[in-house]
């Protein structure tokens, strides 16, 4: 283990267990930096009221302190214990236990992470588009987040199911249906853009639907028919999923999400588990008869007026929704999938939907044994204008069209750097793609998931600040110097003796990469981890000004140095890896 704040909670741990009892082994030590020291360990102050109330007698916080700091085993991995204000324990870690740990992690391929011993099985969803619609740009960031969150959770040896819950059933597949009859399937199958371009598609539909009695009920009947599994209209259907579904590849395979088409779990694979959801809904007791609908009410959720809110499970026509279907999904994920955790990368406006359906589904007993469902909601992505993302025509924006417009301008960016050598076009064009691309995604993860977020190409694309081009550039100059040096990173051995205060920091930065990665997992907040790059990137800019690495005063240092430098390139490009930013070799 080499996360100082994991190590130093156990010694805590075990100090408050000698000086006060194993029954206190379970107090979380709370170990966080410090301006005073390396680490402090608030835990004093919160021992007052349970040993005040052991012992009988009022107890002082700083007394309490000085309890633990006696019965504190911290030999060779601290080098200063101070007692500050009421009881907070500021520590100071030792020089060469923090270089004995660089070292570990420089030799590992995992740079130091453990796997998780018992790995949970965690279905991430994520994506979800909707068949015969474009992407928009809600389902970008859907689609980034939750890739990263699952290429964490992988690397930390979770058992990740990827999870793309495409909207792929419901009535408009009817008046869908008709007008590819009317356009002809042929069309589809050349990839005409009568058919492929999605929106113009959706759109002539619906036109005809609006103002075509005849075409309108044809429509109908095809619904009917589609509901029914009639398999002349299922061939047809899969036709149109099947043009989406190459449109959605080409858009992941641009952005380097990981998603196959083996991951698509879309609305329909739940069509034949509707009913019995609805019908266990009923058995238990749960659901009932209102206004000629099947209905759940959970407890809690009222209306403006403080009436009671349903969740509709069969409407009064006898057709299932949205909710129907994801009931039905919950409980497939719980009996069928055995998941231990369950997270919904969901824009922020399905909230409510997402809290009645999991109440009910704790209603139903379908949660259990420790399953966690979660939304991690996504913020809406807003123009610099502070409104949903338009184009400057007023029409909604393309995800093609943006991000070609992001690696342009990557690209006018790009050429203002000094570079050490001149690219050929292939070249240029290879890493200005992974500029461009990495700045849009680093954009989406670098913020907090749930917060609205401006987009906005100048902010983005800058290679100064918290963005993708900044932690691509910090990582190419790091490569640039091997280069320089006539050798390979993967060469550096050290051993790394931290002598320089910037070389201490930076090493003891590098050793909070693991607590990152678990952090962002845990919350399912890839934000986390960005902003440790971006500190990383920052704590190695001080020590590159203060401590030269090719003129370094001998030959230790430089190799030192050097070792330093592999670290944080290794940390800088896995970090973002997990992210799904990719590191160009060079710029
Ligand atoms: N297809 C939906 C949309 O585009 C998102 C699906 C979210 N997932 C779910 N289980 N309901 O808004």
């Known amino acids: ?180 009859l009317d356009i002809g399937v042929a069309a589809a199958e050349r990839d005409d853009s009568s058919v492929s371009d999605l929106t113009a598609f959706y759109q002539a539909a619906r036109q005809k639907f609006d103002s075509d009695p005849e075409f309108a009920a044809r429509s109908r009947t095809r619904v009917v028919r589609l509901q029914a599994g009639d398999p002349d209209t299922m061939r047809l259907w899969q036709v149109l999923v099947d043009v989406s579904k190459r449109y959605f590849n080409h858009v992941y395979a641009r952005l380097g999400v990981t998603l196959t088409d083996d991951d698509i779990k879309g609305e329909s694979f739940y069509n034949d588990l509707l009913n019995p959801t609805a019908q266990e809904l009923t058995d238990k007791g749960i659901a009932e008869i209102s206004d000629g609908a099947l209905v759940v009410f959970p407890p809690g959720f009222k209306g403006r007026e403080g009436d009671p809110l349903p969740v509709i499970v069969r409407k009064s026509d006898g057709g299932y929704n949205y909710s129907t279907t994801d009931l039905a999904t919950i409980r497939y994920r719980s009996d069928t999938e055995h998941a231990d955790r369950v997270i919904y990368v969901v824009g922020a406006p399905q909230s409510l939907h997402f809290q009645m359906a999991f109440s009910v589904a704790r209603m139903a007993g379908w949660v259990k044994g420790g399953m966690r469902l979660e939304h991690a909601e996504i913020g809406n992505v807003l123009g610099t204008d502070g ?18 417009e992001a690696v342009e301008r990557a690209g006018a960016e790009f050429d203002k750097l000094n570079h050490d050598e001149s690219f050929d076009a292939a070249t240029r064009e290879a890493i200005v793609e992974a500029v461009g691309i990495g700045a849009v995604k680093y954009a989406d993860l670098s913020v907090a998931r749930d917060s609205e977020y401006i987009f906005d190409f100048d902010r983005m694309i800058s290679f100064k600040g918290n963005t993708g081009p900044y ?117």
Not at 480 to 486: D, L, T, V
Request: with cysteine.
């Open 1 to 180: 283990m080499s996360d100082p704040q994991l190590v130093l909670a156990d010694r805590v741990r075990a100090a408050l267990a000698a000086a006060f009892g194993p029954s206190f082994a379970d107090t979380d030590p709370v170990i966080r930096p410090s301006q005073f020291a390396d680490l402090q360990a608030n835990v004093a102050m919160s021992l007052v009221k349970p040993l005040t109330q052991e012992r009988g007698e009022k107890q002082n916080p700083r007394r309490i302190a000085e309890e633990i700091v006696a019965r504190l085993d911290v030999e060779g991995l601290v080098s200063k214990v101070e007692i500050s204000g009421p009881g907070f324990i500021n520590l100071t870690l030792a020089d060469g236990w923090i270089a004995a740990r660089a070292q570990d992690a420089l030799e590992d391929d995992r740079l130091g992470v453990p796997e998780d011993e018992n790995p949970e099985k965690v279905i991430v969803e994520y994506s979800s588009p909707n068949v015969a619609k474009e992407m928009h740009v809600g389902h970008l960031r859907t689609t980034i987040v939750g890739d990263a969150i699952a290429r964490i959770g992988e690397f930390l040896g979770e058992n990740v199911v990827r999870d793309n819950h495409v909207g792929d059933w419901g009535t408009p597949f009817g008046m869908l249906i008709e007008h590819l």
């Open 387 to 404: 409104k949903i993302l338009r184009t400057r025509a007023g029409g909604t924006v393309k995800l093609a069209e943006l991000l070609d």
């Open 471 to 587: 932690l691509q550039y910090a990582a190419t100059r790091i490569r640039s110097i091997f280069r320089k040096a006539g050798t390979s990173p993967d060469d550096a051995h050290g051993p790394i003796r931290l002598e320089d205060p910037a070389e201490r920091a930076l090493a003891l930065h590098l050793l909070g990469f693991g607590a990152a990665v678990k952090s962002a997992y845990e919350a399912a907040e890839p934000h986390r981890l960005a902003t440790f790059l971006f500190e990383l990137a920052s704590s190695y800019t001080s020590f590159y000004e203060n401590c030269p690495v090719l003129k370094a005063p001998d030959e230790a240092t430089k190799q030192s140095r050097l070792a330093l430098c592999a670290l944080t390139l290794r940390t800088l490009v896995t970090g973002l890896d997990l992210l799904g930013v990719p590191t160009p070799e060079r710029m």
